[in-house]
């Protein structure tokens, strides 16, 4: 399977803060690559699919770079409701895998 | 707009048969591949298929001899089943809506519209 590595694993920042997150592919995985955002008790929501492309109704500040094995995710500058765990997702492979994902926490 | 909606027992003895449905609603369940995903507390995501409404499954080779992803048209809905359940297959599963987008010659495929989750407990 391949394997997908995020760092950091936990972050803390405030509101107003740039923030990236890293997702690395133990093999090239092209651009197929998604971010999904997940808050306590909900389902994943999409953000970023095929690497850079911002799904409908996402938000601006969220963007997303990367080919091949490793990919980021940024939030330009954080807003209260952006404080969730973020996956990254490979979907070049089968079976699709998940990083392990990112906590955004308050600092 | 399309919603997902998952449903099944919630409470399995081990070596049970796990068996979801996921209805959807707003849109046609035609056309469109179909994932299973599960998450154990405080863990993080497992794909576990996926299906087209035609029928075509793909499973994740670590529970392939265990499950079956299935599609009724006619009542929009899929289901999973899990057999020879244990502890280890407790977790919020959620199915979601697999769509496709063309670009550059290439087909990327993504998770846009997911259920709500369903928790399942293998507990004797």
């Known amino acids: 399977d391949i394997q997908m590595t995020q760092s950091p694993s936990s972050l803390s920042a405030s509101v107003g803060d740039r923030v990236t997150i890293t997702c690395r592919a133990s093999q090239s995985i092209s651009s197929y690559l998604n971010w999904y955002q997940q808050k306590p008790g909900k389902a994943p929501e999409l953000l970023i699919y095929?690497?850079?492309s911002l799904q409908s109704g996402v938000p601006s500040r969220f963007s997303g770079s990367g080919s091949g094995t490793d990919f980021t995710l940024t939030i330009s500058s954080l807003q209260p409701e952006d404080f969730a765990t973020y996956y990254c997702?490979?979907?070049?492979?089968?079976?699709?895998?998940f990083g392990q994902g990112t906590k955004l926490e308050i600092k | 707009q399309v919603q997902l909606q998952e449903s099944g027992p919630g409470l399995l003895k081990p070596s049970e048969t796990l068996s979801l449905t996921c209805t959807v609603s707003g849109g046609s369940i035609s056309n469109y591949y179909w994932s299973w995903i599960r998450q154990p507390a405080g863990k993080g995501l497992e794909w576990v298929g996926r299906i087209h409404a035609s029928g075509r499954t793909i499973y994740n080779p670590s529970l392939k001899s265990r499950v079956t992803i299935s599609v009724d048209t006619s009542k929009n809905q899929f289901s999973l089943r899990l057999s020879s359940v244990t502890a280890a297959d407790t977790a919020v599963y959620y199915c979601?809506?697999?769509?496709?987008?063309?670009?550059?010659?290439?087909?990327?495929?993504?998770?846009?519209?997911w259920g709500t989750g369903t928790t399942v407990t293998v507990s004797s």
């Open positions: 979601a809506r697999d769509s496709e987008a063309a670009m550059d010659l290439n087909y990327y495929y993504y998770m846009d519209v």
């Open positions: 997702q490979q979907s070049y492979f089968t079976p699709r895998t």
């Open positions: 095929a690497a850079s």
